[in-house]
């Protein structure tokens, strides 16, 4: 029998039954298939009409959406707009680019391969390299979300005068809930973002408006 060995273990036997080899398989999964906890629990329609479709997969649109909606990358935009203008403009259509870029990249990977980037690179790098990029990758996360927590708990203090450490605690327990809702269906999660969403929409339809009327009074 023949072995197929990658960092002194044992991924799979190369020999059948009837004692023929065979090639072994291009893909290996690293953890299982990815996402395995939520994999598939999203029913998509089939067969069905253009609007049912379309609102079955309006949710995982709502979520994405949700990034580009972000208090801190408006007020961004808002301030290099008051100070570049127009200026700007290629930045934008480049950073576009590259963000479909790495959408249309890490969707063929997930299509193609069936694991997502982190599973990717545990199956083709070694373990050292692994833990080097894992816990780089901790650091960006944190570096990204961090903004996101103090702007929760800051919201909170102003609010409702909650201190800036019960605020924080109660900004990360929020995410802990939305994290919780998963085991109850992810088609919740989704419902309760596309609300946000609207009611971000319906508040600046209405700021817009108001700021319109007192122009035009």
């Known amino acids: 029998m023949i072995f197929l060995k990658e960092g002194g273990n044992i991924l799979k036997d190369t020999t ?37 479709t379309l609102f079955a997969y309006s949710g995982p649109g709502a979520l994405v959406a949700v990034g580009y909606m972000d208090p801190g990358n408006w007020s961004t935009s808002i301030t290099g707009g008051q100070n570049f203008q127009y200026l700007l403009m290629s930045v934008i259509l480049m950073s576009s680019l590259i963000a479909m870029l790495l ?10 391969s069936q ?72 088609r919740k999660i989704e419902a309760i973002v596309v609300c946000l969403v609207f009611d971000r929409a319906l508040q600046d339809a209405k700021d817009n408006t108001n700021n319109t009327v007192k122009r035009v009074v």
Do not use: C
């Not at 990204?144 to 924080?168: R, W």
């Open 103 to 112: 959408q249309y990249m890490a969707a063929k990977l997930g299509i193609v």
């Open 16 to 52: 059948s039954q009837s004692g023929k080899e065979h090639k072994p398989r291009l893909i290996q999964h690293a953890n299982g298939p990815s996402l395995e906890e939520i994999n598939g629990t999203v029913e998509v329609p089939k067969g069905k009409g253009f609007w049912k």
């Open 115 to 186: 694991m997502d980037l982190a599973q990717a690179i545990r199956a083709r790098t070694s373990k050292k390299l692994g833990i080097i990029l894992w816990i780089l990758t901790e650091l960006a996360i944190m570096a990204t979300d961090i903004a996101e927590v103090i702007g929760a708990s800051i919201a909170l203090y102003l609010l409702f005068n909650i201190p800036l450490v019960v605020a924080v605690f109660i900004t990360v327990f929020d995410v802990l809930i939305l994290l919780l809702l998963t085991k109850v269906g992810f």
